[in-house]
């Protein structure tokens, strides 16, 4: 169509309508744009729901989650608690029974349903009752959280069973605060059998204790009897060696007794008689006679009997013979110079007999003293040897004085043929069972005799290491055999002939040392055996 408008074609109305076309078609613009901006915020918040609802489904499912795993939780605690062998009791504020697992149903013998609410006295002996609630009232006001009870005895309680038997029991209790108060959770085990079995093993304890005190005397006296044994061995020998010098004692009493016979009458009027000048020959005579300490055998006297009488006899002194035997029989063999006039005196013999008289009285008694000496020696030695303390307590003791008494107790057997060599070092006395030391040292010296069949060279050495004593005891007998060696410690064993050995020695001696936290070892070939005992200081 023609577009025929031109300015001033149009109307007033024509006009008005055009401005309310315009103005609505305003709107309608505005309208559209409004609802574009709606749509994309619409769109906006539709996503923003979706997400928030995805959110939430996470969060949920996760609370889900959470609740199942809790639920597993509770369901597993509580399967602990029911399956758990120790008794769990958890009670109110009030003391009454919440939580009664099956570990309570066996110790108590109750059923959950008949405690559950029921006050926890049903579960104590009646004498315990009323502490026990001070305690746990006491317990509840503290600052703890959890302890055991009743530590002052060992942590032992007391419980009572549905059947009335009360038993004892260790228990610890926690506390718990809770929206509607206080729940008091106990686990307590049921210690019957335990203590049983430590009563068991104290009678176990105590039996053994007693086992190993009747070992102990057994050994002793096994040691002891050994120790018997070996001084009956000895008992000639030390017979011998204690009738030797009791001889020697009972002949010088005889001596002496004769001379007081048979001269003491007349010593008063010999001295009265006697010059002056045969007074001061006598006493040199005699005093000559009684330093002579020589102990001559009879070919000696022989020999220094014809000297002598070659002297005299040159000296042109009659009774050449008779007065060289009284002479040699005084001890007088030399400086005959010094008693010529004597000699040549016509009452020589007579002053020669009475000083050869109380010579002998002198040497009876110098003989006497010494045969007691060694008499005392050898009853000290037996007397240690066969000494027995009771005391079972170590005592201070010197090992060469030990070893000393031995062989004093062997000095019979060891003069026959054995030359003993010592080898001495400087050692302190040391912490020890003396008596059985002494044991030892018999036995291997025995031993080492026996091995050398009494001939030939003993040696003991006694030396001192920075921390141990060491004792070597070798002999020159005819060694062990390889084949013996490992088997010689064994008890019972021996290579003697029937009756001349138990096979105890050599063990109890290891026994012994041992005892004293020492060793010993043996080193033996042919010609040759060492025993080594070491001991601490």
Known sequence: MENNLTAGAFTPNQ????????????????????????????????????????????????????????????????GILQIAEDAIISVNL???????????????????????????????????????????????????????????????????????????????????????????????????????AE?????????????????????????????????????????????????????????????????????????????????????????????????????????????????LESLGIENADSLASTLVNIGIWGEIDAILPLLKAPDCNHILNMAYELASVIKSSRTITTATERAAKIVFALKSYARYDHSGEKVQANIIEGIETVLTLYQNQLKQGVEVIRNYGECPAISCYPDELNQVWTNLIHNALQAMEYHGILKIEVTCQQHNMLVKITDNGKGIPPEVMPRIFEPFFTTKRPGEGSGLGLDIVKMIIEKHQGKIEVFSVAGKTTFSVLLPI
């Not at 939430?56 to 996760?62: F, H, R, T, W």
């Not at 405690?115 to 926890?120: E, F, N, P, Y």
């Not at 002891?224 to 010088?252: C, D, F, W, Y």
């Open 15 to 78: 006009l008005e309508l055009l401005k309310v076309i315009s103005s609505q078609a305003a709107i309608a613009i505005a309208n559209a744009q409004l609802y574009a901006t709606l749509q994309d915020y619409n769109r906006t918040l539709e996503a923003q729901v979706t997400e928030c609802a995805q959110a939430l489904e996470a969060k949920n499912q996760e609370l889900q989650k959470a609740e199942l795993s809790a639920r597993e939780s509770r369901a597993k605690f509580f």
């Open 199 to 311: 009563q068991a093993v104290q009678q176990k304890n105590k039996e053994l204790a007693t086992t190993l005190q009747q070992l102990k005397t057994t050994q002793d006296e096994l040691i002891q009897s050994e120790k018997m044994a070996a001084l009956g061995q000895l008992v000639a020998g030390v017979a011998h060696e204690i009738n030797t010098p009791l001889g020697a004692i009972r002949s010088s009493i005889g001596n002496i007794a004769g001379f007081l016979t048979n001269n003491l009458n007349q010593l008063p009027q010999f001295f009265q008689e006697l010059p002056p000048e045969r007074q001061q020959d006598f006493f040199t005579l005699l005093q000559k006679a009684t330093s002579q300490n020589n102990s001559l055998s009879t070919k000696e006297k022989r020999q220094l009997k014809r000297d002598v009488q070659r002297q």
């Open 94 to 196: 009030d003391q009454c029974i919440q939580l009664f697992n099956q570990g309570a149903e066996k110790i108590f013998g109750y059923q959950a349903a008949e405690v559950l609410g029921q006050s926890l006295d049903i579960l104590l002996p009646e004498s315990f009752r009323q502490i026990h609630r001070q305690h746990i009232r006491d317990f509840g006001n503290s600052k703890t959280v959890a302890r055991a009870m009743n530590k002052t005895k060992r942590g032992i309680i007391r419980g009572r069973r549905k059947n009335g038997e009360e038993f004892p029991a260790e228990a610890s209790i926690s506390k718990l605060e809770l929206n509607d108060g206080l729940l008091f959770t106990v686990i307590l085990n049921d210690i019957t059998r335990r203590l049983q």
